[in-house]
Every structure is written in structure tokens, then in C-alpha cells.
């Protein structure tokens, strides 16, 4: 299908194959000093000590959970309205993920009285997910987890360049996970960064993102070690040049491209507002938004899958974020069936429309004229 308006798109141009031929030209594809400059240009974007380039935002997750000690026995509470691999990292650990629900209408991140409410005495972290590039609650989420002692994961793969308070997204809690797979705000391809400030971690992490092994190929062709030891059971969690090439570029158009999608975000919110039949969650977010998903939530009665269909047919490509995690059949027979009221209600109403930074201006005036002709028909 050749749809008039995706999901998303990439914002990709001659930068990017630039970038791409002068890793090729150089003759080292595997991680050395292209990534290390990425990194160093990562960790100093988002003001954190560490950014510690990896193959993507579920090995991320894994290692994350990892570090921070979490194993069997322990739990992990983590939001339902997210991509599995939110929970998944914590099951890859042996640990159990407990599910809370997200605050409402409003604001579709997990709430922190819900947290505090499935706390036990087998908690051992927390991880919250920025839904749509908008940041959790985490003042309050902090002082819930420093009342328990409990460490702190940010799913930050919605919100690369995201602040609170001033504060940027992955780094409130020990450690934030970044993708930067291809519908995300900054793209590689595949790939993911975790950000941490604290040098124990950094150190754990970069042992096992490569096996486990103290020293990296690249150290020993630079003739910085000769041998190794293997202290850890790693993984091979790597990046490569051309990755973190495309992903340096992508770093330096980030601050424009959110701010574009903020731009078409506000204006969708101002035209579909005036509509009447939807509910248009995030809007009083007190931070600066990633914006990198514009969430709807139709009206309670209104048939989703004839609204979906419809735009469809418009070519107009819309998705749904997110079947709740904890309904899934894994987690159904994993973890049973716990009751979070609000995630399945707005579950099924929610659809994301598109918002991608090269949207140019009729492909959003169509989209606001399309769910407005749609909407009226599917609304009861
Ligand atoms: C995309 C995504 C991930 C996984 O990212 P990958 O880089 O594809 O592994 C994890 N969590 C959330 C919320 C995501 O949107």
C-alpha cells in the first residue's frame, strides 16, 4: 500500500549517506571510535556522565535489569500500556514483572500511586516507559522508590531529547534505555544507548554488552591490550560504525525534528479539539514533550476497527499503542490476570495517529479532515 500519509517516516538526507560512506571508506565497521563519539555526543545531549552504545533498546532493558541485581525471586513493577520488550527484559532476568496502571484520560504513563500500591516486599525496581515522548511523574515516582529503596529504569525509547523540570528522559533513574530502531525519534536502523550516571554500572555494562571480556577487539587493534579475561556472563550486545554513524547525524537533527512533531502535535491538538468527540491525552504535560506519538482516544461507544478501516481507506495509516502487555497470552499464563481498569479501557479506544518531522503540512490537514469526515460515522 502507498499510503498518502504513514506512521512514520525517516528524516534521512545526504548527511546520513555521508556518514554511512565514510565508515565504509575507513575500513572499520565494528564498534571503535565512530561509537565512542557517539556516545561522548549522547552522554553530553541529555547532561549525563555515561551513554553506552548498544544493539538496540531490549538488550538495553536486559542489561539494565542485570546490573541493577534483579533476578529470580524479585519483582519488577512495570506499566501494561507498553511494547512487551518493556516487560520481557524483566523475564529475560528470571525476575517476575508486576503490572500497574497507567493515571488515565489524561496521561497514559504509569502512575505512581498504582506503583506504590503493588509494592511488596519482593520489589526490587521500578521501570516507567515516557509514553509517546511524554515523561512520567518522576518526582514522585522517585520519592516513592528512594522511600522503598528502590532502584529506577527509564523506558526512554519514546523520549530521546524529553525534559522535566529541565531534567532530560534517562536521567532520573539509575539507568534510561534509549531505540533507536526505524519508527523511532532518532534512527539507526536497529540500535539502543543506555545512560546511567553512576561509573559502578557504566563499568558492568560495557562488560557485558561484549561477553564479559575486559578488553574489546578494537582495544587490541589500537594496541591498547593484547589479551583478555572473561569476568562476566555477557552478551554480544554491541553496535556497529555504521550505526553509530547515521546515529551522530540523527543526533544533531534531533532538537529540530522534536520540535517540528511538538508543532504538528499542538496544531492537531488545537484542530481535533474542536471536533468534540475525542479525548486528546498529554495535553497539560508539564515538560517539553519528544512528541514522538500523537495518541486519540475515541469515544467510549465509537467502533475503533470501522475508524481505522476508514482512514485506511484514505490512505492514511494509523496504529494502536499499545495491546495491554499484561493480556497477552505469555503473560496471561505467566503472570495471571491482574485488573488495571484504566490501561484496558483506554486500550481500546486508543489510535495513534501519523507524526513523523518531514509531515508536510497538507498531509496533516488531510489527516485532521479525514478523522474528522471518519469519526462522525463510527461515533455513536
Ligand atoms: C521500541 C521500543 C522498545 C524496543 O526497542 P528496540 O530497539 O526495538 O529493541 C522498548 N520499549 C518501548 C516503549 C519501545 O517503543
Redesign the pocket.
Known amino acids: 500500500m502507498e499510503w498518502q500519509v504513514p506512521l512514520s517516516d525517516l528524516s534521512y538526507g545526504e548527511e546520513e549517506y555521508r556518514a554511512a560512506l565514510d565508515v565504509l571508506e575507513s575500513g572499520w565497521l565494528t564498534m571503535g571510535a565512530v561509537t565512542e563519539r557517539f556516545e561522548r555526543a549522547f552522554a553530553e545531549c541529555l547532561g549525563g556522565r555515561h551513554a553506552i552504545a548498544v544493539s538496540?533498546?531490549?538488550?538495553?532493558?536486559h542489561v539494565a535489569n542485570l546490573v541493577l541485581g534483579v533476578g529470580p525471586g524479585d519483582e519488577v513493577i512495570v506499566p501494561s500500556l507498553?511494547?512487551v520488550?518493556?516487560a520481557n527484559a524483566v523475564k529475560y532476568a528470571n525476575a517476575t514483572p508486576v503490572f500497574a496502571d497507567i493515571r488515565g484520560e489524561e496521561d497514559l504513563c504509569i502512575s505512581p500511586e498504582a506503583i506504590r500500591a503493588k509494592i511488596t516486599p519482593r520489589t526490587k525496581a521500578i521501570v516507567v516507559?515516557h509514553y509517546g515522548g511524554y515523561m512520567c511523574d518522576m518526582p514522585a515516582i522517585l520519592a516513592i522508590a528512594k522511600e522503598h529503596d528502590l532502584t529506577v529504569i527509564e523506558?526512554a525509547?519514546?523520549a530521546p531529547g524529553a525534559e522535566l523540570n529541565g531534567k532530560k528522559a534517562g536521567t532520573w533513574g539509575e539507568i534510561g534505555?534509549f531505540?533507536?530502531?526505524s519508527?523511532?525519534n532518532l534512527v539507526t536502523g536497529?540500535?539502543?544507548m543506555i545512560v546511567t550516571d553512576r561509573d559502578d554500572l557504566a563499568e558492568q555494562i560495557r562488560l557485558l554488552r561484549s561477553h564479559g571480556m575486559t578488553s574489546l577487539t578494537w582495544d587490541r587493534h589500537r594496541g591498547r591490550a593484547h589479551s583478555y579475561d572473561v569476568v562476566a556472563l555477557g552478551y554480544n550486545y554491541r553496535i556497529d560504525e555504521l550505526r553509530s554513524a547515521l546515529g551522530l547525524v540523527q543526533l544533531e537533527k534531533l532538537a529540530d525534528n522534536n520540535r517540528r512533531r511538538r508543532t504538528i502535535s499542538e496544531h492537531y491538538r488545537s484542530e481535533l479539539a474542536k471536533l468534540g468527540f475525542l479525548s486528546l491525552p498529554h495535553s497539560s504535560h508539564p515538560g517539553l514533550s519528544a512528541a514522538h506519538l500523537f495518541p486519540v482516544l475515541l469515544d467510549a461507544g465509537a467502533e475503533r476497527q470501522g475508524f481505522i478501516k476508514s482512514m485506511h481507506a484514505r490512505g492514511i495509516q494509523t496504529s494502536v499503542h499499545y495491546p495491554p502487555i499484561h493480556q497477552f497470552s505469555l503473560y496471561r499464563q505467566d503472570e495471571g490476570s491482574p485488573y488495571l481498569p484504566m490501561t484496558e479501557q483506554i486500550a481500546l479506544r486508543e489510535v495513534t495517529l501519523p507524526l513523523y518531522p518531514t509531515m508536510n503540512d497538507a498531509q496533516v490537514e488531510l489527516v485532521i479532515k479525514s478523522v474528522d469526515r471518519e469519526l462522525a460515522r463510527v461515533t455513536t
Open positions: 538496540n533498546a531490549t538488550a538495553a532493558l507498553s511494547f520488550a518493556t516507559m523506558d525509547a519514546h534505555c531505540s533507536f530502531f519508527n523511532k536497529e540500535g539502543g
